[in-house]
């Protein structure tokens, strides 16, 4: 039974039998679009548009690269540090004294 099944299903053409999809209701699939990122040429994939342009992709990402970069805005984590105790405050207290000087 499971042999028989086997057999129609792949006795089936997809392209040509009008069962399987409709026609005229699909977009135009292009199996090797191009992606271009800074306009070099970076990978194929498939896709219903012929090209893609992108702004960022992994191999220029900074989380990916490893180039990610922890931005400190207002002294945030040295407010942190200093708020649980963390902090070597010897070394604020030489440049406070110094700054009042």
Known sequence: MLLSLLSL????????????AKSDIHP??????????????IMTV???????????????????????????TEGRVERFLRKYGMADTSATT????ADKA
């Open 9 to 20: 299903f792949r006795s089936i053409d997809v392209v040509s039998n009008p069962i399987m």
């Open 46 to 72: 498939g896709s219903t548009k012929p090209e893609l342009h992108v702004d960022v992709w992994s191999g220029n990402h900074p989380f990916y690269t490893g180039t990610q970069k922890i931005i400190d």
């Open 94 to 97: 030489t440049d406070d004294a």
């Open 28 to 41: 135009t699939w292009y199996p090797e679009a191009k992606v271009f990122c800074d306009g070099k040429e």
